[in-house]
């Protein structure tokens, strides 16, 4: 099955400075790579995603790249704040059709990111 | 106001004793998941099921048992043979076969073994 690795644990930074979290992982046909968001209590949220057929997307501060050769992909905030501070999960999947044992999520363990105002 | 709803929010069960944990949604997906989530362990899958009366046994299965009767519902069964049962349990569920398999998970289960 899939292996997903996620970099660094937890990532504290200064409040207008960039953070960046790293993923990497080993079935070289999962094409669909989500970012979840996790406030304190709350559930996980899907904040930015990616697909195999493109390198890169921004949504605002958010961007995520993605290098298929190399089985990796990042997860890049800019200008972070206060309201920042949460677990951020990578996952990665094989989107596939009804019925079939593909869709399934393979999560990181997830990066504690504190912002210091 | 569609979604995905778990519950109870809190739960104490006793030593020995079988638990069962409910989630609903009503988003018409197909594909329904339950993770556990303990701290520095990222989200684990305990079971999940892409389709009516059918299910498959995810990375911690053991101790657990679930139902898929109808589409809207995925109840888990924690049972007395899981042994280390307290954790945070998260359900989920996403549309099969489609491009977009954004999963989205209800606001979790606490359950505490007393």
């Known amino acids: 099955g899939e292996n997903v690795e996620q970099h660094p644990s937890t990532l504290s930074v200064q409040e207008g400075d960039s953070a960046v979290i790293k993923c990497t992982y080993s079935?070289?046909?999962?094409?669909?790579f989500p970012w979840y968001k996790q406030e304190l209590g709350k559930r996980p949220q899907l904040i930015i995603d990616?697909?195999?057929?493109?390198g890169e997307k921004k949504d605002q501060r958010i961007a995520v790249t993605l290098n298929k050769t190399a089985k990796h992909f990042s997860l890049h905030i800019t200008e972070t704040q206060p309201e920042d501070s949460a677990v951020y999960f990578c996952?990665?999947?094989?989107?596939?059709?009804?019925?079939?044992?593909?869709?399934?999520?393979?999560f990181g363990r997830g990066t504690q990111l504190t912002v210091w105002p | 106001d569609g979604g995905i709803t778990q519950s109870p929010k809190y739960l104490f069960r006793k030593e020995g004793q079988n638990v069962t944990l409910s989630c609903e949604q009503n988003?018409?997906?197909?594909?329904m998941y339950w993770y556990r989530q303990d701290p520095g362990q990222g989200l684990r899958l305990i079971y999940y099921?892409?389709?009516?009366?059918?299910?498959q046994k995810g990375d911690i299965a053991e101790g657990y048992s679930v139902s898929r009767e109808k589409k809207e519902s995925f109840p888990l069964t924690v049972t007395s043979a899981q042994k280390n049962p307290t954790a945070f349990y998260l359900c989920?569920?996403?549309?099969?076969?489609?491009?977009?398999?954004?999963?989205?998970f209800g606001q979790g289960t606490r359950l505490t073994v007393v």
């Open positions: 099921s892409q389709i009516v009366n059918d299910f």
């Open positions: 996952a990665a999947s094989k989107t596939g059709n009804r019925g079939s044992t593909l869709g399934r999520l393979y």
């Open positions: 988003l018409n997906h197909d594909a």
């Open positions: 990616i697909r195999s057929n493109v």
């Open positions: 079935d070289s046909a999962s094409n669909y």
């Open positions: 989920a569920s996403s549309q099969q076969g489609s491009a977009n398999t954004e999963a989205f």
